[in-house]
């Protein structure tokens, strides 16, 4: 049965990402969060993962083969923070700090070579490999949810490249951006009463105390009153319902699982509470 929601201790908010196709995440699903920068469709964190092996190497065996003789990768060695580094895996994020280029760990041949996605090193050059991230602390998956704070959108995870690096839909973002991961496909929410939100209802649009006509001679001929918004929403009873000149700072009366982008005026921007 449903109850209200704002006459109860309510825990948890989170801001609305409006999507035609994707619900809102459950808050309990969250598992990362951090600044990216998005290139394209890959969006790199390497703040997401802890610092591992480092050192430079002396030795090329192939292209994507670069050894150090010093390197304990299949056992774990002195280095990194904290001062013993773990074995190094596949998927592990590695950074060329000479010139800043950086690539993934395809696999660890032995105790000192090992084969990277890309060619990026020579003789000489010093590299450190970040671990703990995406892939080994965070178990992200394809399909996940991730959001935008920045840009207020969300999309599913494409592929989870290591570490420190996620594959995302071309559209989803551009430079420098503040992301959430949450473990979770939001399409898949149930359709019970505790799966919903209770929705506030807020906008970004300036709201003033005065709503001119553009034409003082033709009374009722005016713009649109940021204070009123139209939004669209599906109910946890799968009920498509569009709220028209609904009020800005109120809350809906219905829990809802999703706020949809169409039909939904331009610059509202929601906090789903649970």
Do not use: W
């Given at each position: 049965?449903a109850?209200?929601k704002?006459n109860i201790?309510?825990?948890?908010?989170v801001n609305?990402?409006n999507s035609?196709?994707?619900?809102?995440?459950?808050t309990s699903?969250r598992?990362?969060?951090g600044?990216?920068?998005?290139?394209?469709t890959?969006?790199t964190?390497?703040?997401?993962?802890a610092v591992?092996?480092n050192?430079?190497?002396d030795?090329i065996?192939?292209?994507?083969r670069p050894?150090?003789?010093?390197?304990k990768?299949?056992?774990?060695?002195p280095?990194?923070?904290?001062?013993?580094?773990?074995?190094?895996?596949?998927?592990?994020?590695i950074?060329?700090?000479?010139d800043n280029?950086?690539?993934?760990i395809?696999?660890?041949?032995d105790?000192?070579?090992?084969q990277?996605?890309?060619?990026?090193?020579?003789?000489?050059e010093?590299y450190t490999?970040y671990?703990?991230?995406?892939?080994q602390?965070?178990k992200v998956?394809?399909?996940?949810?991730?959001?935008?704070e920045t840009?207020?959108?969300i999309?599913?995870i494409?592929d989870i490249?290591?570490?420190?690096?996620?594959q995302?839909?071309?559209?989803f973002?551009?430079?420098?951006?503040?992301y959430?991961?949450y473990?979770q496909?939001a399409a898949?929410l149930g359709t019970?009463?505790?799966?919903g939100?209770?929705?506030?209802?807020?906008s970004s649009t300036?709201?003033?105390q005065?709503?001119?006509p553009?034409?003082?001679?033709a009374?009722g001929?005016g713009?649109?009153?940021?204070r009123?918004?139209d939004?669209?929403?599906l109910t946890?009873?799968?009920?498509?319902i569009i709220?028209?000149?609904?009020k800005?700072g109120?809350?809906?009366?219905v829990?809802?699982?999703?706020?949809f982008?169409?039909?939904?005026t331009?610059?509202?921007?929601?906090?789903?509470?649970?």
């Open positions: 049965m109850y209200p704002i201790n309510t825990l948890t908010g609305v990402a035609d196709t994707l619900n809102i995440p459950l699903s598992v990362a969060s600044i990216a920068t998005i290139t394209g890959t969006l964190d390497i703040s997401i993962a591992g092996a050192g430079t190497f030795s065996v192939s292209a994507e050894v150090d003789s010093s390197a990768f299949l056992s774990g060695g280095g990194g923070t904290p001062s013993y580094y773990p074995p190094v895996v596949a998927k592990n994020f950074l060329n700090t000479t280029t950086s690539t993934s395809d696999s660890v041949v105790e000192t070579t090992i990277t996605k890309a060619s990026i090193f020579v003789v000489g010093a490999i671990n703990q991230g995406f892939v602390r965070y998956k394809i399909g996940d949810i991730i959001v935008n840009t207020n959108s999309a599913e494409d490249i290591d570490d420190c690096q996620l995302v839909p071309a559209a973002a551009v430079s420098t951006n503040v959430t991961v473990s496909d898949d019970s009463s505790h799966d939100f209770l929705i506030y209802v807020g300036a709201i003033t005065d709503i001119q553009t034409d003082p001679v009374p001929v713009v649109a009153d940021p009123y918004v939004i669209r929403v946890v009873n799968n009920q498509d709220f028209k000149n609904f800005v109120e809350y809906l009366p829990q809802c699982k999703r706020v982008a169409t039909n939904t331009a610059g509202v921007q929601c906090i789903a509470m649970s």
